[in-house]
Structure formats: structure tokens, C-alpha cells
């Protein structure tokens, strides 16, 4: 679990600068420049994220069980996908009513994902996870909302529809194939 640790604390720490420490990163954005702090950022990112892939992987190939499963659980989590999927696209659609209303679906959307794991897992190493990405999904909504919100297009129905498409499609796809065929486990357990 060492490593599944390290990598999240790169992962979300470096995620979190400009959030927790913003004259930091302004210093050393200053310092190595536009490029050279997108450069260092990407890095820290991808080392992060591959350790939380090893250290999860390793995590479970000796569970630590925290609870018994409680049923109905998986269900509840694939309802909570589809509302996490639904504010994905919402990051990326144009022009539609969730990033009008919300101004930072992206990050609610990791938050509903984390808590849905959350309901639907029950180790040490899922709670290490979800439990992680779900405080600093937190933590970074609440300092995105401190910011002035940034003027956005005017939304339109076509652009909430191909948002709700766009998010419905994405779940379908990770509930029925990519999620078993990338991590081994149907969510909805086929």
C-alpha cells in the first residue's frame, strides 16, 4: 500500500497547488516558466498516477476487508456512474446548462465517482483511493468556488442534450464492457 500512498500524495498533490498553495505555484511557474511548470506538473502527474495504478493492483492481490458488502451497493454506485458520467461530458460539451449552473462539473464529477466506489467497495485500498480522491475533490470544488466564476457561452438545449447523450454513452460503455474488460470487475455483475 506504500506505493498506492506515494502515488496518490504525487497524483493529488500536485493537483492541489492551486488550490493549497497558489504563490508556490505562481513562484514556480515564475521560475521554470509556462512550459517548464506544464512540463514538470505532466510529470509528477503521470509518475502518480502510475503508482496508484502498481499500488492498487498490488493492493489487491491481498485484500484488506474492511466490511461485509452491503447489497444492493453496486447498484446504488452504477446510478451514481451514470450522474459522474453525465458531469464529465458536461466538462467538455459546449454551450450546455451543467457547466452554466455548476461552473466546475469535472470536479463534481470525480466527487460523485469517489463516493460511488466508495458505497460499493470494501478495502483498506478502495477507502485509501476513493476516500482520497473524494476529500480532494473536496477540498478543490470549494476553492474553485472561492474563485470569480468565469464568463461561459450561453447554454442551449442542444448543447445539455449532447451533454446527457454524451454522459449516458459513456456510462454504457464502462458499465457493460470497459470497466470488466480494463480492471476485471462488471460493475453490474454479469
Do not use: E
Amino acid at each position: 500500500m506504500t506505493w498506492l500512498a506515494l502515488g496518490l500524495a504525487l497524483f493529488l498533490g500536485i493537483h492541489m497547488t492551486r488550490a493549497i498553495a497558489p504563490r508556490w505555484r505562481d513562484a514556480q511557474i515564475a521560475r521554470l516558466g509556462d512550459k517548464g511548470w506544464k512540463g514538470l506538473y505532466t510529470l509528477v502527474s503521470l509518475l502518480g498516477f502510475a503508482l496508484i495504478l502498481w499500488g492498487y493492483s498490488q493492493a489487491r492481490l491481498n485484500p484488506v476487508v474492511l466490511w461485509a458488502p452491503i447489497r444492493g451497493m453496486n447498484h446504488l454506485a452504477a446510478l451514481l456512474m451514470l450522474v459522474a458520467l453525465v458531469l464529465l461530458a458536461a466538462a467538455y460539451v459546449p454551450r450546455n446548462h451543467f457547466k452554466a449552473r455548476l461552473q466546475h462539473p469535472m470536479t463534481l464529477s470525480v466527487k460523485v465517482w469517489a463516493l460511488a466506489h466508495l458505497l460499493a467497495n470494501n478495502t483498506l485500498a478502495d477507502v485509501m483511493l476513493f476516500g482520497s480522491f473524494l476529500v480532494w475533490s473536496i477540498l478543490v470544488f470549494r476553492a474553485a468556488r472561492r474563485r470569480p466564476a468565469v464568463a461561459l457561452a450561453t447554454p442551449t438545449p442542444a448543447g445539455t442534450a449532447a451533454t446527457v447523450v454524451a454522459g449516458v454513452a459513456l456510462w454504457a460503455l464502462f458499465a457493460f464492457w470497459l470497466h470488466a474488460a480494463w480492471l476485471g470487475i462488471a460493475p453490474l455483475g454479469r
